[in-house]
C-alpha cells in the first residue's frame, strides 16, 4: 500500500536547493509510488521529490483525461489517468515556442497566477524508476507541467519566472498566505527534528 507522504510547504529551505542526481534506482519503484498517491491525494497534476523531502533528481506527473464535466471534483484523480511518468535526472534537450498560464503548486496550496515564462514545447530526456533511458516531448500545458517539475529540481518556484513586476505584484498580493506557508514549514520543521 502507497504511504501519503507529507508535502513541504514554501519556506521549507529544501525547496530552495539543487537536487541531487538519482543513481541507487532500487528504491525508486516504491518511493515513486508513494509520491504519485500523495500527488493525487493533493490533487496535482506533479510532483517533485524536494517537495516531499527529499533532495533527489526526480518527479512523478500525471497527464490526466480531459474533463467532460460529469465527474465532480471529488472523483478520485487517479480514475482519470491516462498516464502517469515517473522522471529521474530529467534533462531538457529542446526548447521551442513560448507560453504562459495559469500555474500552482502544492506547495503554496490555493495560490495560482498567471505569468510564468514557459516554453510552448519540450524535448525532455529522463530515467524511468527502473534506471532505463527515455525520451518525452510535450507541448501546451503538459510542457509546462514538466518545467515547472524540473524547476523544483533546480530550486526554483514558478513565479520566479515571472517577469519582475509581475513577481512583486504576487508577493505582495499573497503576502499573508506566504508568511503563513513559512510558519508552518518551520513548525514542521522542529517537530521533524525532536523526532
Do not use: W
Amino acid at each position: 500500500m502507497a504511504e501519503i507522504l507529507p508535502i513541504r510547504l514554501y519556506g521549507d529551505p529544501i525547496l530552495k536547493k539543487k537536487a541531487q542526481p538519482v543513481r541507487d534506482f532500487s528504491s525508486l519503484p516504491r518511493l515513486a509510488e508513494d509520491m504519485l498517491e500523495t500527488m493525487f491525494e493533493a490533487r496535482g497534476v506533479g510532483l517533485a521529490a524536494p517537495q516531499v523531502g527529499l533532495s533527489q533528481r526526480l518527479f512523478v506527473a500525471a497527464l490526466y483525461q480531459d474533463e467532460d464535466g460529469e465527474e465532480g471534483e471529488e472523483a478520485p484523480l487517479r480514475t482519470r489517468v491516462k498516464e502517469v511518468y515517473v522522471m529521474a535526472n530529467p534533462v531538457i534537450t529542446h526548447r521551442e515556442g513560448s507560453q504562459s498560464i495559469l500555474e500552482g503548486c502544492l506547495s503554496l496550496p490555493g495560490l495560482y497566477a498567471e505569468g510564468a515564462q514557459r516554453d510552448l514545447r519540450v524535448r525532455v530526456e529522463y530515467q524511468n524508476e527502473r534506471g532505463e533511458p527515455r525520451v518525452l516531448e510535450a507541448e501546451g500545458y503538459f510542457a509546462v507541467v514538466l518545467q515547472h517539475e524540473i524547476d523544483h529540481l533546480d530550486g526554483i518556484l514558478f513565479f520566479q519566472r515571472m517577469p519582475l513586476p509581475l513577481r512583486q505584484r504576487f508577493l505582495e498580493e499573497h503576502r499573508e498566505d506566504l508568511a503563513l506557508f513559512q510558519r508552518r514549514a518551520r513548525a514542521f520543521l522542529r517537530e521533524a527534528g525532536q523526532r
